[in-house]
């Protein structure tokens, strides 16, 4: 039978009931989204991991919902205040925010003036004015005068009154749920720069005198503008005009045209501005900041994905330069599986002499060891280096630039000082460069991907959620890819459905004491790892040359024995199966299917069978920058140059053209047609044909484009122009006249 999560689910994605049921049961039995989406295609109904990330997610949400329900329902039954209309209101509630409207007024607080009120005996003439009836007012409030409890006039006893009235008008659910409504449809945020620190906020310029919807803001602007405002450069207000909310408000509670309707028009006003216009103010920006860090989160976590599956070198031998100046360049060949041969450093940019000794040492180390490839990091010195190195006319070498960023990270990480204890992090972050044209996805996941120099505001958004993200994505792009048992390292195993770090750390105990894996059945030997990992992991470990030739390949070891039979049925053995392809042919999938294998796990075994343990990861390309562009001055409008795609953001692609800073090709110059998502036109790692449009070298600024035709500076309507936010609203007139012009609308 469907629980109500599982049919809310089923709706919201558009999924079968059945498919959502199933995707739960193997989430809460401990099956991870890779292994689900992987190799459970039957049960699932082959949803993708996107599809049950989002079942998950949703989920979790709801049964947090659960939880806050329950505590809820405690807290007002503890009160005794709980009736069965008010829990079945409780329970009905569909979202956190109807709830915690729901429960507000039960909330134990702090003292409020309505508190005090009530305190002073003032709560049934706050419940007779509401009544709005005809009668003399000032008589029924002269009643509530009492020295003792501090009510001295008939004044002092209204305005009680209209405290509770006032906390009552902004405690209604009703009335909240549609404040909260007109301000996410008729907000404005309402920058400004602080008086004086107009020089230190110089970043912030576009936001000295803006405003802009609520609604339309994109997630980039919002987190800039927070940004401002939590170093104290801006002010920064959500403004919604009075006129959009008080009307509304004033209809539900002003109910006629006598001395009590009055005092609620009063009240209306004073509920509004005093509490309800700051409760929702505070309430707005919450909101909006939880959609911008959803959309920074996934635009940077879509670009560590494409980082982390840029394309591999392979296992190459390489010397590596991590550059410098007047330090020199720190120099380093690793083997074909990574490992650290020699180091030293080279001073090629220190005079003639100490450059002719570091060609001459170079052109050493290559002809030592062999060297197939050189990989430059792209820092300081990174352009000057490479074009020494290039100069050097070395045949059969293959010369790449590789991102360092988060490299420095990496070298004075713990997990650099136990790979080389006895170096220091100048060769580690030399090992790191080399290490990443090699291999990206196994360099990177030691680095903390916050650090990998990617995405937009990641430092401001909701450090959890992010973290959660990141985790997701980097597990995912870990098992696509798939790990090599017998030479990956514990960080990357840690990412491996079913295992962590305290598992991988065992395996990589387990392969130091026995040496390598011989087969993906050995793993049962390694302590702690048990059936249930065993059945998460194994698929997506490969081990070349291993016992038994699937493996080597995504088959699961589970699906073996299907795999025999196939080679069995048609007399030959696996290895003479993987490899003729007229062979595969002859297999009837049909004959195979069961009630667990179904078509699309057929399907995949035999595309594994065919290319086993293919790396999905695209075909490494050469690439060089310009030749004799290596700074921001060497640039002129007009420039048509080779890049990289560095970074993605919602308003546009950053790209190193090799002169040290990063351009810019804004979301409009991206395409010759209409681009709303960057992700839909170019990736991270991508590289791409730009044009110079503006250099703007006292700000450090570059505008490029990637339309076909050549353009020129950017006209001045294509830059974003500051709206005036200057405040055309009258002088307020007095509370009373205003709320009585409002309920006038109201046609009494």
Not at 54 to 74: N, S
Not at 184 to 208: H, I, M, T, W
Not at 654 to 668: A, C, E, N, T, W
Request: hydrophobic residues 40%; contains cysteine; aromatic residues 4%.
């Amino acid at each position: 039978m469907m629980t109500s999560h599982e049919i809310i689910v089923s709706q919201e994605l558009s999924l079968t009931e059945k498919q959502v049921r199933t995707t739960l049961a193997l989430l809460d039995e401990g099956a991870t989204v890779p292994f689900i989406s992987r190799y459970r295609k039957e049960m699932t109904g082959s949803l993708d991991e996107v599809q049950i990330t989002a079942i998950r997610d949703r989920v979790q949400q709801l049964r947090d919902l659960d939880k806050r329900k329950e505590a809820v329902l405690k807290s007002i039954n503890d009160q005794g205040k709980l009736t069965p209309e008010l829990e079945q209101q409780v329970l009905a509630a569909e979202t956190m925010a109807i709830l915690e409207d729901i429960y507000l007024p039960y909330k134990p607080k702090r003292k409020t003036r309505a508190s005090v009120a009530r305190e002073k005996g003032l709560a049934p003439l706050a419940e007779l004015i509401l009544l709005q009836n005809q009668t003399d007012l000032a008589a029924s409030a002269e009643a509530y005068i009492d020295a003792e409890k501090g009510v001295q006039t008939v004044e002092e006893a209204l305005a009680g009154a209209r405290d509770i009235i006032a906390e009552q008008i902004a405690e209604d659910a009703d009335v909240r749920a549609n404040t909260r409504k007109t301000f996410l449809n008729k907000g404005q945020f309402v920058s400004r720069v602080v008086p004086g620190k107009e020089e230190a906020a110089l970043k912030f310029k576009d936001y000295y005198e803006w405003s802009e919807s609520l609604k339309d803001a994109p997630s980039h602007r919002v987190l800039a503008m927070r940004r401002g405002e939590k170093e104290e450069l801006l002010y920064l207000d959500i403004d919604v005009q009075e006129e959009d909310v008080l009307p509304a408000i004033a209809k539900q509670f002003v109910k006629g045209n006598n001395e009590a309707s009055k005092q609620v028009e009063l009240a209306v006003m004073d509920g509004y501005k005093r509490l309800l216009k700051p409760s929702m103010e505070t309430e707005i920006r919450v909101l909006t900041r939880q959609k911008a860090d959803e959309e920074a989160i996934k635009v940077f976590a879509d670009n560590v994905r494409q980082l982390l599956l840029a394309a591999p070198l392979g296992q190459k031998r390489l010397l590596a330069l991590d550059p410098g100046f007047r330090t020199g360049c720190k120099t380093v060949v690793l083997d074909a599986q990574g490992n650290l041969l020699e180091n030293t450093a080279v001073y090629p940019h220190n005079g003639a002499n100490a450059s002719l000794e570091a060609e001459k040492t170079i052109k050493h180390l290559i002809a030592k060891h062999d060297v197939e490839a050189i990989a430059i990091g792209n820092g300081t010195a990174g352009r000057e280096t490479e074009d020494f190195v290039r100069k050097m006319k070395l045949s059969n070498v293959l010369i790449v630039m590789v991102n360092e960023s988060g490299a420095s990270i990496y070298s004075a990480s713990e997990t650099a000082r136990e790979e080389f204890p006895d170096q220091d992090v100048t060769v580690r972050g030399a090992v790191s460069i080399g290490r990443r044209l090699m291999d990206p996805l196994a360099e990177l996941v030691k680095i903390d991907p916050k650090s990998i120099g990617v995405g937009q505001y990641q430092h401001d958004v909701d450090q959890t959620k992010l973290q959660s993200a990141l985790d997701d994505t980097v597990m995912s792009c870990v098992n696509a890819v798939g790990v090599e048992l017998n030479t990956a390292s514990k960080q990357i195993l840690a990412y491996i459905s079913g295992l962590g770090p305290s598992l991988a750390q065992q395996i990589v105990n387990y392969r130091k004491e026995n040496g390598p894996f011989k087969s993906r059945r050995e793993l049962k030997k390694v302590p702690r790892l048990g059936e249930k990992a065993f059945e998460q992991a194994a698929g997506f470990l490969r081990i070349r040359h291993a016992e038994h030739p699937l493996d080597a390949s995504g088959v699961h070891p589970e699906r073996y024995a299907l795999v025999e039979q196939m080679a069995k049925d048609l007399s030959v053995s696996i290895p003479e199966l993987m490899k003729d392809e007229q062979l595969r042919k002859r297999i009837d999938l049909k004959k195979y299917m069961t009630d667990e294998v179904g078509l699309p796990t057929l399907n995949d075994i035999l595309l594994e069978l065919a290319k086993p343990g293919l790396d999905p990861r695209e075909q490494f390309e050469a690439f060089s920058f310009t030749e004799g562009v290596n700074s921001v001055s060497d640039l002129r409008v007009g420039m048509k140059l080779p890049g990289i795609v560095t970074n993605i953001t919602n308003f546009g692609a950053f790209v190193d053209i090799g002169v040290h800073q990063d351009g810019l090709v804004h979301l409009s110059q991206l395409a010759n047609h209409f681009v709303s998502d960057p992700h839909e036109v170019v990736k991270v790692q991508q590289q791409v044909m730009v044009t110079v449009t503006e250099v703007d070298e006292k700000r450090n600024r570059i505008s490029l484009t990637m339309k076909t035709e050549e353009k020129g500076p950017r006209k001045r309507s294509e830059k974003r122009e500051t709206r005036d936010t200057r405040d055309t609203r009258q002088p307020e007139t007095d509370m009373a006249s205003k709320l009585a012009a409002l309920a006038s609308k109201f046609g009494r």
